[in-house]
């Protein structure tokens, strides 16, 4: 039976800090028909492949995409000589920056089948892509059954993408499973059922490799053929065509898709155990982006010290009695405590890096 859950409490280990996740958005596809138009809307036609030498045409036809049962369905059929599918999104109707994303689906079956789950940037509209950064919390290509993949592309990496990997699961259709991602400002994380698989954390964040600090909008379709799709023993004529002939019929099943905002527990206040209060000193900006002023009041030069959340410092430097200026760009994005050590006191304030 399935049950709309509301809010619901996850214990959660990132960053090495405990979190509790607050249902932000959700469908859980309780409708008939048409899809909730305040939630989706629809990419249509064929679009020269969608960059990917794809050979489906999309509709908004509730032949390719309806709610039904309780399940978002997606259907890709062969209509003679062509292939019609659906791909819906959440574009300008829904869009969020770091959080966690879960979809509870059940793949189709059949080569030639490439069914996705993922994200792509608001700014593709701007930017274009790949410079607007896509997210894969999941794909798979019907040839290869189980194989369940999670990518990042990126201005510094798209196409053949380096920045992917894949898992093997068992029974993905004929049972739900769910594809998560959990998206922070310093890493995602990429699990099935739970189990964590794939991290992505580039030591370095630029605009190249890290354009994922930015709204994104959620997409669920079914291709068929293509660059990852399409099977070699049945194209003809050069093309990405290579679906099974014998396939007329391709169905994904979607139970619910449930976006959470991760949230760190009031604790995250308090500094580690072992690092003094005293009184304050000023902090600017906080938070910050990665340049820091410190004004500390102190009537001696002192030490300054950030530490992680786990109490572990990640950086030293020396106070002036004035303003100190430091650059902590090389910090992953998060919370610390930054402490103070001069005149024989030790006052600690909470910092937090975007």
Not at 163 to 186: D, L
């Amino acid at each position: 039976m399935r049950t709309f859950i509301g809010v619901i409490l996850v214990l959660l280990s990132i960053t090495s800090q405990a979190q509790r996740d607050s249902l932000i958005w959700a469908d859980e596809f309780t409708g008939s028909g048409f899809l909730d138009p305040t939630f989706w809307g629809y990419d249509i036609g064929s679009n020269n492949g969608w960059g990917n030498s794809e050979i489906q045409v999309y509709t908004n036809s509730t032949t390719n995409v309806r709610q039904d049962s309780g399940l978002l369905i997606i259907e890709a059929r062969k209509m003679g000589s062509t292939w019609t599918s659906a791909r819906i999104k959440t574009q300008k109707k829904f869009s969020f920056t770091y959080g966690k994303v879960v979809f509870s689906a059940r793949l189709p079956v059949g080569i030639g089948t490439w069914p996705a789950l993922w994200m792509l940037g608001e700014s593709i509209t701007t930017s274009g892509w790949p410079a607007c950064g896509e997210i894969d919390v999941m794909e798979n290509a019907g040839k290869n059954p189980g194989a369940i993949r999670s990518s990042l592309h990126t201005s510094s990496s798209y196409g053949n993408t380096v920045n992917t990997k894949a898992i093997m699961v068992s029974n993905t259709t004929t049972q739900f499973h769910e594809y998560q991602a959990v998206w922070t400002p310093e890493k995602i994380q990429f699990s099935v059922d739970g189990d964590l698989y794939y991290t992505y954390n580039p030591a370095s964040k630029t605009n190249l490799n890290w354009p994922f600090n930015k709204p994104f909008f959620l997409i669920m379709n079914i291709a068929m053929g293509g660059n990852y799709g399409s099977d070699v023993r049945y194209e003809t004529g050069g093309l990405k065509n290579g679906v099974d002939p014998a396939l007329t019929l391709a169905r994904m099943e979607v139970d619910w898709v449930r976006v959470y905002k991760l949230i760190y527990p009031a604790s995250v206040d308090e500094p580690p155990s072992g690092l003094g209060v005293g009184n304050t000193f000023l902090l600017t900006p906080n938070p910050s982006t990665g340049t820091l002023n410190i004004l500390s009041q102190s009537k001696h030069p002192g030490e300054g010290i950030i530490y992680n959340l786990t109490g572990v410092d990640v950086f030293r430097f020396q106070t002036d009695p004035d303003k100190t200026k430091i650059d902590i760009s090389f910090l992953p994005r998060g919370v610390y405590f930054l402490s103070v050590v001069s005149d024989g006191e030790t006052r600690t304030q909470k910092l937090v890096l975007q």
